[in-house]
């Protein structure tokens, strides 16, 4: 069975140091790996995806991630930090070929100023 | 180009009354996706609907949970006899069909529904 783990529960950095949000994968075949971010009260915000090629995939407000095979793990950065990338942040995987999700627990990033 | 819109934003109901959740999918998608974040639980996956097909459902509870997709208008998630515990946060979220799996899901804003 397809599934995604994101080890922390909450991360906190200081704004303008560089930020990481953990996620590992489980899956069957290629691996599909999307980053959505939530903001409080709001629906998901998609961030970025693996599909295939360069393991180092950009995407919006300054966001990248590090597909990882040998690891399974595909890590959401930053390298600077912004008081209101503060969010909830999902790591999710295709759960087979009906193309729903299955989403990590989330983790919670708190930015301080 | 507007996004996904799901609507009412907020629903109140009282136990025993039935929920009605609309959602307009991203203009030139056809497919549709239901979610629902539950305190402690994350989200969820409930169902996966194209026009006027039921595609996978199941993430949906067997009893009370129904939804369609007609072929005008917005998906409908229908939940009857709502219980305390069927208050959550309902997401829904639609792609184009164009590349599978790896198609992005864009999400609407969610409509919290609230149970007394």
């Known amino acids: 069975a397809q599934s995604v783990a994101q080890p922390e529960d909450q991360v906190n950095v200081a704004e303008g140091n560089p930020l990481t949000v953990k996620c590992t994968y489980s899956?069957?075949?290629?691996?599909?790996l999307f980053w959505y971010v939530q903001y409080p009260n709001r629906g998901l915000q998609f961030l970025l995806k693996?599909?295939?090629?360069?393991?180092l995939v950009k995407g919006s407000y300054g966001f990248e991630a590090e597909f990882n095979k040998s690891q399974t793990s595909f890590h959401l950065k930053k390298p600077s930090a912004l008081v209101s990338d503060s969010a909830l942040y999902f790591c999710?995987?295709?759960?087979?070929?009906?193309?729903?999700?299955?989403f990590g627990k989330g983790t919670k990033l708190s930015v301080k100023p | 180009n507007a996004g996904v819109m799901q609507n009412p934003r907020h629903l109140v109901r009282r136990r025993g009354q039935e929920a009605r959740l609309r959602c307009s999918p991203m203009k030139g998608h056809s497919h549709v996706y239901w979610y629902r974040q539950l305190p402690e639980e994350g989200l969820k996956f409930m169902v996966y609907l194209q026009k006027e097909n039921i595609i996978d459902e199941s993430g949906m509870p067997k009893e009370r949970f129904s939804a369609e997709f007609p072929k005008e208008g917005p998906s409908i998630l229908r939940i009857q006899q709502v219980v305390r515990g069927d208050s959550a946060a309902y997401f829904c979220?639609?792609?184009?069909?164009?590349?599978?799996?790896?198609?992005?899901?864009?999400f609407g804003p969610g409509t919290r529904l609230t149970v007394l």
């Open positions: 899956v069957s075949g290629n691996p599909y």
């Open positions: 979220a639609s792609r184009p069909g164009l590349a599978g799996v790896t198609d992005t899901q864009y």
């Open positions: 693996y599909i295939t090629g360069d393991n």
């Open positions: 999710a995987v295709p759960g087979g070929s009906q193309g729903n999700l299955i």
